[in-house]
């Protein structure tokens, strides 16, 4: 083999190199590569998803204020039904004093 043919092997071999690269980068690039609406799809979806949260969120703070009015409602209706109760033994206690009283009249 002459020093011409072994430079001319060598240089087809790495054109042949070289080639089956770019070919293998562009199967790669190819089969890797997103589509604008794929791109586009995901920008929707994450969109909707931060929709969906900050609706959750408001939510969330609507029945967390819902329940602090309802508990809130909740305590006065039962500190108004102690104050009933109480009034309403007071007033037994007073209604069997006065029998009392005029059962001991009713006897003299």
């Known amino acids: 083999m002459t020093r011409i043919e072994f430079i001319l092997t060598t240089a087809v071999i790495l054109f042949v190199a070289f080639c089956m690269g770019w070919f293998a980068n562009w ?35 609507y029945l967390q204020q819902r329940e602090a009015e309802l508990t809130n409602q909740l305590t006065q209706t039962e500190a108004e039904l102690r104050a009933a109760m109480d009034g309403l033994r007071d007033a037994r206690q007073e209604t069997e004093e006065l029998r009392a009283h005029v059962e001991r009249l009713g006897d003299i």
Do not use: C, G, K
Request: hydrophobic share 35%; proline share 0%.
């Open 27 to 61: 199967l790669v690039h190819r089969f890797t590569r997103v589509a604008q609406s794929d791109v586009d799809q995901l920008e929707r979806m994450s969109q909707e998803l931060h929709e969906a949260e900050e609706t959750r969120d408001q939510a969330i703070t």
